[in-house]
C-alpha cells in the first residue's frame, strides 16, 4: 500500500518551475531515495510536499488529498520533514528543540514518554538535555533534528541531504538509525540525498531526479548494478 502518491508535481520560484510532472510513490513500510545532482529539485519536491511551497499536481497523504491542507496539518496528518542544515534551534536547549518538535501534540503526558523514549534511542541526547544545541557536533545535531521531527509522531519521514557536513563514520551512522526506525519502530523514509553509494544500500526503493524530471527508478539494488547511475552518482 502506498503511503503517498505523488502526481504530475509542478513547483518553482516565481514564474519559473523548477518540478516538471514529478510523479512517484512512497509504499508504505519503506525506506525511498530521492537521489539526484545539486540543482536537481529535490530539496522543491520535499518543501512542496511539506506545503511550504505552492505546487500544481496531486498529493495524496495516507488516503487525504493534501492540496487544501496548511503545513501545520500536513505535520498532524504525520508528514514530518527535516530540512537540509537540520533546522534546529542553537539559542534553545536539547530538550526544548524537542519541545517544539511536539507542538502538534496536545498530550503532555505523551509528549513525556515521547522524549525519554527518544532519550533512549539517542543517550548523547539525553547526556546534553540541558545544553544549548547550538553547541553539539555535526552528528548530534542531525540526531537532534531527528528527534524533534520524531516528537510529532510522523507515519513518514522525510530527509533532506542528512549526510551533509557529516564525516562518513557518523554518516554511517546516522543511515543505522534510519534502518532501525524503519525495522523496529515500522517508520517509512523518504531520504533525499547526494551520497548515493551509501543511501542504495539502505533504501529499498530509489527515484533519481534530473533538471526536475524523475529520470531513472526501481529496487535500490537494481540502481546500484544501473550503467548510467553507476557512471554519473556513484563515480564508477
Ligand atoms: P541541492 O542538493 O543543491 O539542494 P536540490 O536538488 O535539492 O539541490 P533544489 O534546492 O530543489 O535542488 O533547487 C532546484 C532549483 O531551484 C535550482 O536551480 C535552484 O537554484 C533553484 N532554487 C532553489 N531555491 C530557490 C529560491 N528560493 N529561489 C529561486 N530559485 C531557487
Not at 520560484?13 to 539526484?36: C, M, N, P, R
Not at 534502518?179 to 551509501?198: I, P, R, Y
Request: hydrophobic letters at 40%; a negative charge.
Amino acid at each position: 500500500m502506498n503511503i503517498l502518491t505523488v502526481r504530475d508535481l509542478c513547483a518553482g520560484y516565481g514564474a519559473t518551475d523548477v518540478l516538471h510532472k514529478v510523479s512517484f510513490t512512497v509504499e508504505q513500510g519503506s525506506i525511498v531515495a530521492l537521489l539526484g545532482a545539486n540543482g536537481a529539485g529535490k530539496t522543491t519536491i520535499l518543501r512542496a510536499l511539506s506545503g511550504l511551497l505552492p505546487s500544481r499536481g496531486l498529493v495524496e497523504f495516507g488516503g487525504t488529498d493534501l492540496r487544501q491542507c496548511s503545513p501545520a496539518r500536513r505535520v498532524e496528518l504525520g508528514l514530518a520533514q527535516i530540512p537540509q542544515g537540520r533546522g534546529t534551534f542553537g539559542d534553545f536547549t536539547v530538550e526544548e528543540n524537542l519541545a517544539i518538535g511536539a507542538y502538534t501534540i496536545n498530550s503532555k503526558r505523551q509528549i513525556k514518554e515521547d522524549m525519554e523514549r527518544w532519550y533512549t534511542a539517542f543517550p548523547r541526547l539525553a547526556e546534553r538535555r540541558r545544553q544549548q544545541s547550538g553547541n553539539l557536533s555535526g552528528g548530534e545535531q542531525q540526531m537532534l533534528a531527528l528527534a524533534r521531527a520524531l516528537m510529532s509522531r510522523p507515519k513518514l519521514l522525510m530527509c533532506d541531504e542528512p549526510s551533509l557536513g557529516l564525516a562518513p563514520a557518523i554518516t554511517e551512522q546516522i543511515f543505522e538509525i534510519f534502518k532501525s526506525l524503519n525495522h523496529d519502530h515500522g517508520m517509512t523514509l523518504l531520504v533525499v540525498e547526494q551520497n548515493a553509494d551509501l543511501t542504495l544500500q539502505f533504501a529499498h526503493t530509489a527515484y533519481v531526479l534530473e533538471a526536475g524530471d524523475i529520470t531513472v527508478s526501481g529496487p535500490a539494488s537494481d540502481l546500484l548494478r544501473n550503467e548510467a547511475v553507476q557512471q554519473s552518482y556513484l563515480g564508477v
